[in-house]
């Protein structure tokens, strides 16, 4: 009979409870490890977040059109013209100086994509048409005529070095 009587030992019982207890959260933890891993950005999705931009290929007057997070970047070297033009107006239908769309004078960066209906507007003569519904954007980006609301969007960007843009997270 004294046997039994260690057997039924309610503390031998309560560390066992707590044995259990503690391996069960444990496999619970480690289940959960890899559910929870798999709900973070992918390693392509990453090195999509930021763009990084050689502006040195780019001649005064030219315009390069970039990747970033699926969208189109148009990144203009606007000549001195340009510059004073875009100085002295404030656009139509969006008023905004151009001051405070570009962090240097010589380059406009924006998201090519048109504020009414999402196309791709084309650079034709001063500034972007879309052909979609007429949409008109000066050399800053900003809406002249058409049925787009706004101006086109600026993205997070800043230089890394002289010749050099991230776009991305700023």
């Known amino acids: 009979m ?16 707590k044995v259990t207890t503690v391996v069960g959260g444990a496999g619970v933890v480690a289940a959960s490890v890899p559910f929870v891993a798999s709900m973070n950005p992918s390693a392509e999705l990453l090195a999509k977040a930021n763009t990084e931009v050689d502006l040195s290929v780019i001649p005064e007057g030219g315009m390069q059109t970039v990747a970033w997070q699926g969208k189109p970047i148009f990144i203009l070297h606007r ?3 340009e510059i004073k033009a875009m100085a002295v107006s404030n656009g139509g239908k969006d008023p905004e100086p151009d001051s405070e769309r570009v962090k240097k004078p010589e380059w406009l960066v924006v998201i090519g994509v048109c504020t009414h209906m999402g196309c791709v507007p084309n650079k034709e003569g001063p500034g972007w048409i879309c052909h979609c519904h007429g949409s008109q954007y000066d050399d800053s980006g900003r809406i002249l005529r058409g049925p787009a609301p706004t101006n ?6 800043r230089f890394i070095a002289e010749n050099k843009i991230m776009i991305g997270q700023v």
Request: no cysteine; charged share 45%; proline share 8%.
């Open 79 to 81: 000549t001195k013209e």
């Open 2 to 17: 004294a046997e039994y009587d260690e057997l039924d030992d309610n503390g031998r019982r309560d560390f066992l409870l």
């Open 152 to 157: 086109l969007e600026v993205p997070p960007y």
